[in-house]
């Protein structure tokens, strides 16, 4: 009972540290990548190299909007399929200011259907925001009806170049587990082609509601 208590409060200190770093999380670019995002680009990094499994993919851009605008598009997950690539539903099991835990279900081409769920966390001040999420056990799901991993985040901070933009970054890992020979394409619409849908479609999202 002891060792069990121990493991939870530095599992909860572990999640602390995570959420004040991304909160105060910097976010570094290039001046070339600064040159492209002023110009309306998405900056995609491949963070892959030496990965055995899975993906890891993040993207940048520049939204027009205020750091709560953003904010409040991202925390409302039962809107996720009308905007986020590839999500059929997202289901709330529970949900308050700074937590929730959702039961998402994918749908792929070919009619597959996968399903997780994550245990989110979010936050925002003046300056930064930021949605943190680790996928957590489904009791009942069969291996082929879910994925093997998920991690990631959002950070959204003011921009310092342009004070009427906010610069956002998406950050995550994938693992689909094991894929039928000659389905592995698949992998690749979920990490290379859908990141910067997430960041487009948000972007038009949060556009769309503050006009």
Same mark, same amino acid.
């Given at each position: 009972?002891?060792?069990?208590?121990?493991?939870?409060?530095?599992?909860?200190?572990? &999640?602390?540290?995570?959420?004040?770093?991304?909160?105060?999380?910097?976010?570094?670019?290039? +001046?070339?990548? =600064?040159?492209?995002?002023? +110009? #309306?680009? @998405?900056?995609?990094?491949?963070?892959?190299?030496?990965?055995?499994?899975?993906?890891?993919?993040?993207?940048?851009?520049?939204?027009? !909007?205020?750091?709560?605008?953003?904010?409040?598009?991202?925390? +409302?997950?039962?809107?996720?399929?009308?905007?986020?690539?590839?999500?059929?539903?997202?289901?709330?099991?529970?949900?308050?200011?700074?937590? !929730?835990?959702?039961?998402?279900?994918?749908?792929?081409?070919?009619?597959?259907?996968?399903?997780?769920?994550?245990?989110?966390?979010? #936050?925002?001040? =003046?300056?930064? !925001?930021?949605?943190?999420?680790?996928?957590?056990?489904?009791?009942?799901? =069969?291996?082929?009806?879910? @994925?093997?991993?998920? &991690?990631?985040?959002?950070?959204? /901070?003011?921009?310092?170049?342009?004070?009427?933009?906010?610069? !956002?970054?998406?950050?995550?890992?994938?693992?689909? #587990?094991?894929?039928?020979?000659?389905? #592995?394409?698949?992998?690749? @619409?979920?990490?290379?082609?859908?990141?910067?849908?997430?960041?487009?479609?948000?972007?038009?999202?949060?556009?769309?509601?503050? /006009?």
């Amino acid at each position: 009972m002891v060792r069990i208590s121990i493991l939870l409060v530095l599992s909860l200190i572990t &999640t602390l540290i995570r959420e004040d770093s991304l909160l105060n999380k910097e976010i570094v670019l290039s +001046q070339n990548e =600064k040159n492209l995002l002023s +110009q #309306g680009e @998405i900056i995609v990094r491949d963070l892959s190299s030496g990965e055995k499994d899975g993906k890891t993919i993040e993207a940048i851009c520049l939204i027009k !909007a205020s750091i709560d605008e953003v904010y409040q598009v991202l925390i +409302q997950f039962e809107d996720y399929h009308k905007f986020m690539p590839n999500i059929n539903q997202v289901e709330i099991l529970k949900n308050n200011s700074t937590h !929730a835990i959702l039961n998402y279900t994918l749908e792929l081409p070919m009619h597959k259907i996968k399903k997780y769920r994550l245990d989110m966390s979010f #936050g925002k001040d =003046k300056y930064h !925001a930021y949605l943190n999420w680790t996928m957590v056990s489904w009791p009942g799901l =069969k291996d082929s009806e879910t @994925i093997r991993n998920t &991690t990631g985040y959002w950070v959204i /901070n003011n921009y310092p170049d342009n004070e009427e933009y906010v610069i !956002a970054l998406y950050h995550v890992f994938t693992d689909l #587990g094991d894929m039928p020979l000659g389905l #592995g394409w698949i992998v690749d @619409i979920l990490t290379y082609h859908s990141v910067p849908s997430v960041l487009i479609n948000t972007k038009e999202r949060v556009l769309s509601k503050s /006009n």
